[in-house]
């Protein structure tokens, strides 16, 4: 029996000392940046244990305030959404693009996680709690006389919270076109109460300073650090810091600031706009960095803002505490040497959605919040009711959509609809707002491919252009898109091998931050209208799927 036991005892090293060496080998040095890609901007990060969480703005899209879970600050796994009830906050109709839920806060403390943020276009500011960060998340504590936007809490070491928030609240916001600043109040962060006085922080890092936002308090090495964004979130966004000895200050610019920007590199380096940081330390002592920023391809950044990862170095120089943000580079990096953290894969995404799961995948975004359910999944296919509201309102028309997360990538789908009445229709649309995108639509026995495409820049209306039309008469459709670059073509046919394009490859440059502007991303997904009119019809989708290219 002894000499079994130390056989076994010895087989079992052996396969530990192999599981041991392979892991080690598949164990990647660096990572590459960005760490989450497509329509991930203003991130927000905490850690609790060993655990990272974090969470994004989402502005008018539904479920809202996306959170993620890492172990090791690259491979992140969604778990859930901040909102995600149609009752906790309604994104009533009317609800403009890129309005909606601005830059969140997560933050830890004794036992609960708190998300504080900003409904521009409804109430304001307010927070919401949870013991689990993937949920149930609390209904709204809405903020009585919290003016401004981007609010975070900062718990100092006797245990009180304070606000902190974007906004002038001394009534000097005119003295240069965009001034904007920081101010702070004491909280209670679970009855959502500000207590005392407020008082104003900064204005920015210098004078004439933009838009002074995304305020973030720290204490580190015995002083407060107050982290902040400035610039506007377009190609002069940085990340400033400011010291203080005291939590009420004064707040003093830091002598290295900008501490991140690559406001002075323009379109030449592959990675632009960056700025809206937040901090973390590991719980090995090494301090990291989330930022937004942006990867244009030929100059129009149609992938919007994305979440990015650095290194930072905390050093005391003259003007106290300074971050230095990846120490030799300054800059952020498209791949780097990764955290001294065990490296922890996350379950991959199944690129093909079969709807045949018991909930609908955290994936699945739709515009503004559904009020009734007019989409189901069941035995084995999307149902989604024609309705009369349209993607070109700002409204919560049926369609449901993925974000679009490369710049080279294929998506198709397999749909049963057909209708003999011109107003109902049903099929894919890439989109970025509702002025901009692209419809390839089964109407009566034809499909159509429709652009619209905005006004002019920044502009909240579109004009609708027919591209082609072609005869089909089969109930069931395949449609397909294949994007690459800024050339996006469609396809339709009966069979994935029959497929015909409709229409020439069509360009995405209108997609882009520099003419669509705005603050939300580029989605794709599936659609379904009866323009106006009530109707009783739905469309059927076997399956949808969505492959990266490069």
Known sequence: MKTLRIKTTFALMI??????????????????????????PDPSICRVGDTYYMVNSSFEWYPGLPIHRSKDLVNWEKIGHGLHRPDQIVYQDGLKNSNGIFAPSIRYYKGTFYIITTMVGQKGNFIITAKNPSGPWSDPMWIK???GID????????????YTGAGVIDGTQKDWPGKNGVWMQEIDPDKGILIGDKKQLTYGHASNARWAEGPHLFKIDGEYILLIGEGGTSEFHAVTIFNSKNLWGPYVPNHANPIMTHRHLGYTYPIIQTGHADLVQTQNGEWWSVM??????????????????????????ESGVTLIYNPGKGLLQTEQKRPDLTWTPVPELNSK??????????????????????YRQAKGKMEIDLRPQTISEWKNPSFLAKRVKHHDYEVSTKMHFSSKKENEQAGLVLYRKSSTHYQLLRIKNEMVLLKTTAKEVNAEKGMLEEIARMPFKGKEVHLKLVSKGLKAS???????????????????SHFGDEIAWGFNGTYIGMYATSLGEKSKNKAYFDWFEYKNQH
């Open 353 to 374: 959605d079969n709807f045949d799961s018991e909930t609908i995948s955290l994936e699945w975004n739709c515009l503004r919040t559904p009020q009734i359910k007019w």
């Open 490 to 508: 469609f396809y339709f046919g009966s069979s994935e091998a029959d497929l015909l394009q409709i229409g020439e490859a069509q360009d995405l």
């Open 151 to 162: 609010p975070s809490l900062f718990w100092d070491d006797d245990g009180r919270c304070y």
């Open 15 to 40: 396969c530990l000392l192999f599981i041991s060496s392979t892991y080690a080998q598949s164990a990647p040095e660096t990572f590459k940046n960005p760490i989450l890609s497509g329509f991930y």
């Open 145 to 147: 006389d919290a003016p």
């Open 292 to 317: 937004l920023a942006k990867r244009p391809i030929d100059g129009y950044s149609i992938l919007a803002r994305e979440t990015f990862l650095a290194k930072i170095e905390v050093t005391r120089q």
